[in-house]
């Protein structure tokens, strides 16, 4: 069982950045393919990002290509996504995933998520 604390939310305006972290209990979090997703007021949740074991391959949605980056420390059993160029649409509740692979992540067949943690972009 894999448990996943996110932090690093909050309140901020739009152009600037956050950066949330997502913590993993588990020792074998190296041999899981990790991502982000976000779910908006009155919405479906929706992929952000994802990032390989090894994270040496990445993925992202097109709302967010060129402004967010995901990464992980594997030593740490972190994975991270920096945020830039906020706007008021970035905001939602942002989920951390585990899954088997990016595909699977990307396809939302995650394993394991994270209770959230609230980003707010104001205008």
């Keep these: 069982q894999v448990q996943l604390v996110e932090s690093g939310g909050g309140l901020v305006q739009a152009g ?7 913590a993993a209990s588990e020792r074998t979090f190296s041999s899981y393919a990790m991502g982000w997703f976000r779910q ?27 402004r967010f ?10 994975v991270y996504l920096q945020m ?3 706007k008021p649409e970035d905001t939602a509740v942002y989920y951390c995933a585990a899954g088997q692979t990016t595909r699977t992540v ?6 394991y998520w994270g209770q959230g ?3 707010t972009v104001s205008s």
């Design 40 to 66: 908006a007021p009155g919405k479906e949740r929706e992929f952000v990002a994802a990032i390989r074991w090894s994270g040496g391959s990445t993925t992202y949605a097109d709302s967010v290509k060129g």
């Design 69 to 78: 980056t995901i990464s992980r420390d594997n030593a740490k059993n972190t």
């Design 84 to 86: 830039t160029s906020l």
């Design 106 to 111: 990307v396809d939302g067949k995650v394993g």
């Design 16 to 22: 600037g950045s956050l950066r949330l972290s997502c």
């Design 117 to 119: 943690t609230q980003v």
